[in-house]
């Protein structure tokens, strides 16, 4: 293969997975302050009194089940789609790592773009996502979880004592 179809195909796998990683993140975030929202309009809808609950126990009970259900959800679907984010970032950098071999005129690195190979590089999947060490993701999904948790805990809080 000529380098510059090295080139434009390294290009184009970089500037695929980059767009996907960029689209999922936006659908991450939607997701993600559309629970804080949640958890945030229950309590101005309970302490503006547009919605009065009834006064018995069992209501209280089922608030205090599922505002932290809908956090732990939310938070497991996150983790879904953490996962893929961070295998389109090690694609892509794979790819710009090899433009940028092809680019200074050296041999392209060793290491493949696709690979699903732990020893070969970086690489996340549903057991390795929280003990790499590499995966910087992780801590952007443990600090969303424990956000969504702390709301969803304040919230039947704030809901129980009305």
Do not use: C
């Not at 006064?55 to 732990?72: D, E, H, K, L, Q």
């Amino acid at each position: 293969m000529e380098p510059k179809d090295k080139l434009e195909s390294l290009k184009f796998i970089s500037k695929t997975h980059r767009t996907e990683f960029n689209e999922r993140r936006k659908h991450e975030w939607r997701i993600f302050f559309s629970a804080l929202a949640l958890y945030v309009f229950s309590v101005i809808a309970i302490y503006g009194g547009k919605i009065e609950l009834p006064s018995n126990s069992i209501v209280r009970v089922i608030i205090w089940i599922i505002f932290p259900f809908v956090a732990v959800a939310t938070t497991i679907f996150l983790a879904y789609i953490h996962m893929p984010n961070n295998i389109n970032k090690t694609f892509a950098e794979r790819a710009e790592h090899n433009i940028d071999d092809l680019l200074q005129s050296k041999e392209m690195s060793k290491l493949p773009v696709f690979s699903d190979k732990k020893s070969e590089g970086y690489w996340v999947d549903r057991k390795t996502f929280f003990t790499d060490k590499r995966n910087s993701g992780r801590w952007s999904l443990i600090w969303q979880g424990a956000t969504l948790l702390l709301f969803s805990i304040i919230s039947a809080f704030l809901i129980a004592l009305k």
